[in-house]
């Protein structure tokens, strides 16, 4: 919770409509936990207390789980993010998110240096943490994603 609550962007942009705030609660698919029954009370007590924005719980009321999928369609919110030539690239809309926004929304012009090579593994029931992990997320109820360090490049 230390960690994410400073990344919740939220009241830091020009958040004025529906569906900026709905996009906001696509990049995570944090709108997802209130289309399961199972999941529900999880998402909400998060979102009401923890994060503080009961009126995002609301949003999710007012609109269905297919009106958020659309958005994400719309803008390709799931779209990745590349290096190319040592130049980040991506097929995420940010035109169009920058007009929703009312604020321009780009990617760095600096050339990167890959420095690290990570490899993403998918498992489901892990039994033991696997060694040398990068970064760990929780996907689904019985399902991790986690990175590791393959390569180091310089």
């Not at 289309?35 to 999880?42: A, E, G, L, R």
């Not at 998918?122 to 399902?143: D, H, M, Q, V, Y």
Request: proline share 6%; aromatic share 12%.
């Amino acid at each position: 919770m230390e960690n994410y609550l400073p990344k919740f962007l939220q009241k830091h942009l020009p958040v004025t409509t529906d569906e900026a705030q709905m996009i906001l609660m696509c990049i995570d698919s944090s709108y997802l936990p209130f289309y399961s029954d199972y999941f529900k009370p999880i998402g909400t007590k998060w979102m009401n207390e923890v994060l503080e924005y009961p009126e995002l719980t609301e949003l999710t009321k007012k609109y269905s789980k297919a009106d958020f999928e659309a958005l994400n369609k719309k803008y390709n919110l799931k779209g990745k993010i590349n290096i190319d030539g040592g130049y980040l690239s991506t097929n995420i809309n940010l035109t169009e998110l920058s007009r929703v926004f009312s604020m321009p929304i780009n990617l760095p012009p600096q050339k990167f240096e890959v420095l690290r090579e990570l490899k993403t593994y998918t498992k489901s029931n892990l039994s033991k943490k696997p060694s040398g992990i990068f970064s760990l997320a929780l996907t689904r109820k019985n399902e991790v994603k986690y990175s590791k360090l393959i390569k180091e490049v310089k």
